[in-house]
């Protein structure tokens, strides 16, 4: 007799409830929430790269739709479009094919670029809005940041705290980057939300044995020519530019740095995995690449390297001999 968790639609309300939860709870406003929130397209991805499932997108749909009751029409369009349509996509590619004759799986670089589409996409939509309006998405970023950093100001100061030169200077740090490179931040919040779901979800079914796709791994990622290249070329014209230019080609870099990063993780993956500690060297090269900037930037340096260089294909071609 089969259990009743096998049983078709147990899985499929599992995952509906799941997601609705986790996706609403981010309107409590804690810490908590801000995690659920980290979680809430797990169980989609779940259902997208199971075996024999293709109930995904209609969980995510009716997800949405629920959501719109639950909450606010706002919140049910954000879901749709950040977490339900995107994980839907991203486990139809990771689960098909190529053409024949060769029948591989669909190739996961393809999807680490298509990743950075609908946050450039959605960027130079609202810069350009702001940009009719008279006034650019930088400056009011600006403002509003200048906004809540004046209420916490406020907030010090009500309780006895004293503001010093060095603190003043502190925030005056924090409100000029958060403003300049807001845009870029939020896209790789989103970014890495739908990559780290995916691997995620791909571990808890390979353990489970209910994995479609046999191979779901970062090391699998590499950067195609044309987008080294633009990555690059941004760099270069953003150094020598300034105002509104150089604040869109600015966070267009950051944006594009990060599938080239994925694919520097790759490689440490491979250089890892010669070890007997792979997975210690790991957990403390994400805990250092999620807290340190020049971390990151490095990994990206090495995404870089491997494209132009091949490192992979040497490290690989070592384990061959």
Partial sequence: MKSKINKPGILEVAALLSTIFFFSAMNSGSFLAFLFLYLAPLPLFILGLKKDSPWGGLVGAIGAILIFFVTTPQMSLIYLLAVAAPATYFCEKATSRSDPPHQDWYSLSNLAIFLVVPPIFVFILVSTYFWVHGQGLGAMLLEKTNAIVDLYIVALKDRGHTI?????????????????????????????????????????LKKAKRNERSVFAIREI?????????????????SFSAGQLGYILTNLAAILAFPVMLAGLGVLHILASKTNYSGSILF?????????????????????????????????ANDIQ
């Fill in 164 to 204: 010093n030169p060095s603190m003043s200077l502190q925030l005056e740090a924090i409100k000029e980057t958060f403003s300049n490179t807001a845009p870029a931040l939020i896209a790789i919040f989103w970014m890495t939300l739908i990559v780290l779901n995916g691997l995620l979800a791909q571990s808890i």
């Fill in 222 to 238: 590499e950067v195609p020519r044309i987008l080294a290249i633009t990555f690059l070329l941004i760099i270069v014209v953003a």
């Fill in 284 to 316: 403390v090269l994400y805990l250092i690449v999620t807290f340190s900037r020049w971390a990151a930037i490095l990994v990206v340096m090495v995404g870089i390297i491997d494209h132009f260089l091949k490192l992979r294909g040497r490290f690989q």
